[in-house]
Nanobody, 121 residues
Framework: VQLVESGGGLVQPGGSLRLSCAAS????????MMWYRQAPGKERELVAT????????TYADSVKGRFTISRDNGKSTVYLQMNSLKPEDTAVYYC???????????????WGQGTQVTVSS
């Protein structure tokens, strides 16, 4: 099982980045996909969620209207389009795949290694 993030980097305030998370080794379409971020000295924060069935989407208040999560089940990839970036968006961004357990099947969660996003002039 692998989740590989890419697309991070250094960007000026007001700029944009698109993160990708390519999944392999599990049935991607059956999993809810999330993006988290963790800034130095802070707890990991849930940024956005895209559910498996129906594609319901939720965002943290801090990124609403600026970030967009999407997924391509055919490519087993989830994306995070980040616009109007601010210095406070600086963090390591992680993707997370979750399938909630049902009956005798346990819940399953996978994490990527993270990609650094730095917003600075």
């Amino acid at each position: 099982v692998q989740l590989v993030e890419s697309g991070g980097g250094l960007v000026q305030p007001g700029g944009s980045l698109r993160l990708s998370c390519a999944a392999s080794g599990f049935t991607f379409s059956s999993y809810d996909m999330m993006w988290y971020r963790q800034a130095p000295g802070k707890e990991r924060e849930l940024v956005a969620t895209k559910t498996s069935a129906g594609g319901s989407t939720t965002y943290a208040d801090s990124v609403k209207g600026r970030f967009t999560i999407s997924r391509d089940n055919g490519k087993s990839t989830v994306y995070l389009q980040m616009n109007s970036l601010k210095p406070e968006d600086t963090a390591v961004y992680y993707c997370n795949a979750v399938r909630i357990g049902y009956g005798l099947r346990p819940s399953t969660s996978y994490w990527g290694q993270g990609t650094q996003v730095t917003v600075s002039s």
